[in-house]
């Protein structure tokens, strides 16, 4: 019920974190006069489409006009800034999982946070954070607003491990297909496809890891010493991952490849064939149009054993050239 009304001023979610893995919900109404306990931390996720989300972030969210700038951009790419009094903003991608779109059509959520509180905002739907809630109804969610950045993090990287495992299996039938039929052409769509999407998940998830590095070495005072394992990581992951893409995009270009040299040997020999054909037949050709002339003077037009003679002469011909085309080992 509390989320419904918070739906009609773009709150999605909204959490108190107890500190101890567990979290509460508050409405709308409660963030005016709310007081946190030391050991407590509080969770916005804002639609940062509406209008109402925008106005509480530019009014009464305390951030100046700068971070709401960013954090209200169009269009933006995955990175980390700094700002005074140890505040973050973050910026990440995940994987793209609501019906109808394209996983690499990767959704966006954008990230403000200090010790206490953490302001996230999302155009699309995230998995995500609906994974988020269910370790906090189960008390074994984050602890405060570090670990939940990291949570978030967890989870937008896990979908991307099963997208890229999905492209390595779909590239592996191809090649298993190729190497066991010679005659097998490879789905140049599917081909295509799986390019295209190594090539949209790499564009995202390059900078993300370089967002994971820089938090490694500039961690905030807010940030748990044990944390830094975890992001280290996260930063190895992702490493992996941009390396199985690249090893994707390789093997797209090698199933490609295989299938144009077959091809181009099959034509080779296709007119490897049609010009030995055509070499064999063409004196034969010659001799046959010289006597189908329709003209006097033909030899053996008027004998009686012309056509065998003809007959003969040209079985010859075919038996010398035979010879001829296997000392040469052109057969």
């Not at 971070?67 to 995940?94: K, M, Q, W, Y």
């Not at 779109?101 to 954070?129: G, K, N, W, Y």
């Not at 590239?171 to 005659?183: F, G, I, V, Y």
């Amino acid at each position: 019920m509390i989320e419904q009304d918070n739906l009609q001023w773009g709150l999605v979610h909204a959490f108190v974190l107890d500190g101890r893995g567990g979290a509460r919900g508050i409405a709308r109404a409660e963030l005016d006069g709310l007081q946190l306990k030391a050991e407590e931390s509080l969770w916005l996720h804002w639609d940062r489409s509406h209008p109402q989300a925008q106005a509480w972030l530019r009014s009464q969210s305390g951030l100046d006009e700068f971070s709401c700038n960013l954090l209200l951009e169009e269009n933006t790419r995955p990175r980390v800034l700094a700002l005074p009094a140890d505040e973050l903003l973050l910026f990440l991608r995940g994987v793209n999982l609501n019906p109808g779109a394209e996983p690499e059509d990767m959704v966006s959520v954008r990230i403000f946070a200090d010790a206490q509180r953490v302001l996230s905002l999302r155009l699309r739907p995230l998995r995500a954070t609906e994974e988020l809630i269910a370790q906090l109804a189960k008390g074994q969610g984050p602890k405060s607003s570090a670990e939940l950045i990291l949570f978030l993090a967890e989870n937008l990287t896990d979908r991307v491990d099963t997208l890229v495992s999905d492209l390595s299996e779909q590239l592996d039938e191809q090649e298993e297909r190729l190497d066991s039929n010679e005659r097998y052409l490879p789905d140049h769509s599917l081909m295509l496809q799986i390019r295209r999407r190594a090539a949209g998940l790499r564009r995202f998830l390059a900078p993300q890891r370089d967002i994971y590095a820089q938090l490694l070495r500039n961690g905030f005072s807010w940030f748990a010493a044990s944390d830094t394992s975890y992001w280290n990581e996260l930063h190895n992951r992702l490493t992996r991952y941009l390396e199985e893409l690249e090893l994707v995009r390789e093997r797209v270009g090698l199933v490609l490849e295989s299938e144009h040299r077959r091809m181009s040997e099959h034509m080779g020999r296709t007119m490897y064939w049609l010009g030995i054909i055509t070499g064999f037949f063409l004196p034969i050709s010659c001799i046959t149009g010289l006597l189908g002339i329709n003209v006097g003077g033909i030899p053996g037009a008027d004998s009686t054993y012309g056509f065998l003679i003809a007959c003969v002469l040209i079985g010859a011909m075919a038996t010398f050239q035979w010879w001829l085309f296997r000392r040469l080992r052109w057969l």
